[in-house]
C-alpha cells in the first residue's frame, strides 16, 4: 500500500480512523495544540485576521474559516477577542473544515450558534464558499495530510510502501522512476524527501478564492521551507511512538515544507516563513500576557508563564513551528509576518 494511503487509513476511516473515533487533544489525549495551551494564541491571531479585513475595507458578508478546528477552542477565542471589531461578527459566516464527526461534535459544544451569520461545517477546503472574501486560519492542518518519502540513491529514486512482514507493518522501499519531482534534481545520494500530494489542491483551491474574493489565510504549522529528512511521527499519550505501531491508535504528521505551499499558492500571494514565536512576540503577546497576569497569582501565574514561554522560545514552540500568510496582490500583509522574500532565496 502506498504510505499516503495508509496515513489516510489511518487518520480517517470512518471505523477505525484515530481523528474519526475520539478526541486527541489535551491531557488525557496524545497530544497539545497551540490554542490549547493559551487563550493568548487564538487571541493573537483572530486579532490578525481582523486587522486584514479592516485592511481591505471591512467587506461583508464574508467567510471566517478555520481548518482542522479540533475543540473549537481556537475558533472560540478568535470570536472572543473579535466581538469588539465593529462589523466583524456581523458579517462573518462561520466555516469549520472537518471531517471527523466526533469532533463536529465538540465544535458545536464549544461555539453554540456562532456570530451572526451561523456555524456550518465542511468536510474539506472544497465546501468552502468562494462566492464572498475567505479569512482563514489553518494551525496544525497540514501536517496532518498524507505524505509521499522518497530517498536518491545511486540508480535514482526509491518510494515508501507499507506491506506486511510476519504479520506486522512494516516500511518497504521501491525504486521509483518519476521521483519527487524537479525540485530535488540536484539532490545527492543519501538524501530524504518528502513530499505532499493533497498540499497543492489545499492551496490551488485557497489561491482562487482569494483572488477573485479577496480576504487571508494564517497558516502556521511546524516544518521548513523546504523538506529534508524523514520527519514521519506517531504521538501516543504525548510520547512518540513508531509511525506503524499501532494503526488507528495514533497521531500521524510529518514536517510541513513551507516553499511546497508558496509555490502552490503563488509566490505573488505569499508572505515570508515567519518564526511562530516571533509572530507572536510581533502582534503583542507580552503585553497581553502582562496584562492577564494581573489577575493571577501562586500556580494559575506560572502556568500562564509558562505558557507563554512554550508558545515562543525558540528550545519550545517558538522556532520549530512557522507561520506564513496568503492575501491577494495589492493588499497590505496581515500585521506581524514577514514581507515576501526575493524569490527563489531562504526566508
Not at 485557497?206 to 529534508?228: E, F, I, M, P
Not at 511521527?233 to 488507528?248: D, N, V
Request: with cysteine; net charge negative; charged share 20%.
Amino acid at each position: 500500500m502506498p504510505l499516503p494511503d495508509w496515513m489516510a487509513a489511518c487518520l480517517m476511516d470512518p471505523e477505525h480512523g484515530y481523528y474519526a473515533t475520539r478526541d486527541p487533544f489535551g491531557a488525557a489525549g496524545d497530544f497539545t495544540t497551540a490554542p490549547e495551551i493559551s487563550q493568548m494564541f487564538g487571541e493573537l491571531l483572530g486579532l490578525c485576521l481582523a486587522q486584514a479585513w479592516l485592511d481591505q475595507g471591512a467587506p461583508a458578508p464574508f467567510t471566517l474559516a478555520e481548518m482542522g478546528p479540533g475543540r473549537g477552542t481556537l475558533m472560540a477565542d478568535v470570536l472572543r477577542a473579535t466581538q469588539g471589531v465593529p462589523g466583524f461578527h456581523a458579517g462573518a459566516a462561520v466555516v469549520l473544515v472537518e471531517a471527523s464527526p466526533a469532533l463536529r461534535r465538540l465544535q458545536a459544544d464549544r461555539l453554540g450558534t456562532g456570530p451572526a451569520g451561523g456555524i456550518r461545517w465542511a468536510d474539506g477546503v472544497d465546501g468552502l464558499p468562494d462566492d464572498r472574501p475567505l479569512f482563514l486560519i489553518a494551525n496544525e492542518f497540514l501536517d496532518a495530510l498524507p505524505i509521499e518519502r522518497y530517498r536518491r540513491e545511486g540508480f535514482g529514486w526509491t518510494r515508501r510502501w507499507v506491506g506486511v512482514e510476519g504479520g506486522v507493518p512494516v516500511f518497504v522501499d521501491r525504486p521509483d522512476a518519476a521521483g519527487p519531482g524537479a525540485r530535488f534534481a540536484a539532490d545527492a545520494p543519501g538524501q530524504v524527501v518528502e513530499v505532499c500530494p493533497a498540499l497543492a489542491p489545499v492551496a490551488a483551491r485557497l489561491s482562487a478564492t482569494l483572488r477573485a474574493r479577496g480576504g487571508a489565510a494564517l497558516v502556521v504549522d511546524y516544518g521548513g521551507w523546504r523538506s529534508s529528512g524523514d520527519t514521519l511521527q506517531a504521538l501516543r499519550g504525548h510520547a512518540f511512538a513508531p509511525p506503524l505501531s499501532t494503526p488507528g491508535e495514533a497521531d500521524l504528521t510529518a514536517h510541513v515544507d513551507f516553499e511546497a505551499l508558496a509555490l502552490a499558492a503563488g509566490p505573488d500571494l505569499c508572505t515570508g516563513m515567519t518564526a511562530q514565536g516571533a509572530l507572536l512576540e510581533r502582534l503583542g503577546i507580552a503585553a497581553r500576557a502582562d496584562r492577564l497576569a494581573e489577575r493571577l497569582s501562586g500556580n494559575a501565574l506560572a502556568a500562564h508563564r509558562a505558557a507563554q514561554r512554550r508558545l515562543t522560545h525558540p528550545q519550545a514552540m517558538g522556532a520549530l513551528f512557522k507561520a506564513m500568510a496568503l492575501h491577494p496582490p495589492g493588499t497590505p500583509p496581515p500585521p506581524g509576518f514577514d514581507p515576501a522574500p526575493h524569490w527563489g532565496a531562504v526566508p
